[in-house]
């Protein structure tokens, strides 16, 4: 079982709202990974967890928090986004840092 | 920077076998070659990743030339269903927040595969 599952599939908010993105993984994984997608482009690294301890961190704006809580659960708190911050978010996990990673199928998010 | 240069886009007659050219002229002895793909809208699956030696898997294979600055994903039998990006990645080495060593995959602008029917 390679099950990355994501939630929600699709969430749409304003500037002023808090919200969060939640992913899952139930395949013994300690490393997960958050990536932003924007229409027609390639994914690209936001947030990596290894061990549940922040690892890597892709000079992303202080709007987007992440979160480890275990090791089978990765969420990103968002707050004061903005309209561009609109794309497709990808949770993944691996077995280890570097490993092969496994993908969920996204949230697609709309800030207004 | 992604390490990699593929065509932007190819087609194949569906049936046929698909074969996905990758440029990496600048890996490292070290670097592994990961192929992914992407249907619309969909989460990047994982098809295969090796090092030197010509891999295969349910999905595909994967033929990496012997200086390795080049490889060749191959889809034997196409179908509509493997309409998609693909992306190759080479897999590099990055230093993490605890000073240990890691790696990570930053991936490229793809290739657009359409399988006609």
């Known amino acids: 079982d390679t099950e990355v599952t994501q939630t929600p599939k699709h969430l749409v908010m304003g500037m002023t709202n808090k919200k969060s993105l939640k992913c899952e993984q139930h395949?013994?994984?300690?490393?997960m990974y958050w990536y932003k997608q924007k229409a027609k482009k390639p994914p690209e690294l936001m947030f990596v967890y290894s061990y549940e301890k922040l690892s890597i961190n892709e000079s992303v704006p202080s709007r987007f928090s992440p979160e480890c809580p275990n090791s089978s659960l990765l969420n990103l708190h968002l707050h004061a986004l903005q309209p561009e911050d609109s794309a497709l978010y990808l949770c993944?996990?691996?077995?280890?840092?570097?490993?092969?990673?496994?993908f969920g199928p996204g949230t697609r998010l709309l800030v207004l | 920077d992604a390490k990699t240069t593929q065509p932007p886009s190819m087609d194949c007659a569906e049936g046929r076998a698909a074969n996905l050219p990758c440029n990496h002229s600048?890996?490292?002895?070290?670097?592994?070659v990961y192929w992914y793909r992407q249907i619309h809208s969909q989460g990047p699956q994982y098809i295969i990743h090796?090092?030197?030696n010509n891999e295969t898997n349910e999905m595909a294979s994967l033929i990496i030339t012997e200086d390795r600055k080049s490889s060749t994903l191959i889809l034997p039998h196409a179908t509509l269903r493997d309409t998609a990006v693909y992306y190759c990645i080479v897999r590099v080495a990055v230093r993490a927040y605890s000073g240990a060593g890691s790696y990570q995959l930053t991936f490229g602008k793809g290739t657009k595969l359409s399988v006609i029917p």
């Open positions: 090796g090092l030197k």
């Open positions: 993944a996990s691996s077995r280890w840092q570097g490993e092969t990673q496994y």
């Open positions: 395949m013994g994984h300690r490393a």
């Open positions: 600048t890996i490292s002895g070290n670097e592994y």
